[in-house]
Nanobody
Framework: QAQLVESGGGLVQAGGSLRLSCLAS????????MGWFRQAPGKEREFVAA????????SYTDSVKGRFTISRDNRKNTMYLQMNSLKPEDTAVYYC????????????WGQGTQVTVSS
């Protein structure tokens, strides 16, 4: 079973920044493409960003391009999401998972981390 622990969320004003972290088990992290997802109240979980194992390829959903940056530290089994210029519509619970393309592989998810952006 995947072990994923998200952290770094919080309450921030519009225009502010947050940095999310995803600590994964070695079995989940090593060699795999990893991604961030988010779920807003009353909405389906959606893809946000993904990064390849060697960080040579990244992808983002259109709504966060130019504002969010995904990165990873393979020595620490940790992935990050730097979120700048936050907007109220970024408010959601953010999750991480290993992915193929933009699709999550694991059926189990961590607890997520809440991001709330006030206007």
């Amino acid at each position: 079973q995947a072990q994923l622990v998200e952290s770094g969320g919080g309450l921030v004003q519009a225009g502010g920044s947050l940095r999310l972290s995803c600590l994964a088990s070695a079995r989940t992290f090593i060699g795999f493409r990893m991604g961030w997802f988010r779920q807003a109240p009353g909405k389906e979980r959606e893809f946000v960003a993904a990064i390849s194992w060697r960080s040579t390829d990244t992808s983002y959903t259109d709504s966060v391009k130019g504002r969010f940056t995904i990165s990873r530290d393979n020595r620490k089994n940790t992935m990050y999401l730097q979120m700048n210029s936050l907007k109220p519509e970024d408010t959601a619970v953010y999750y991480c998972n290993k992915v193929i393309g933009a699709s999550p592989i694991n059926n189990s998810w961590g607890q997520g981390t809440q991001v709330t952006v006030s206007s």
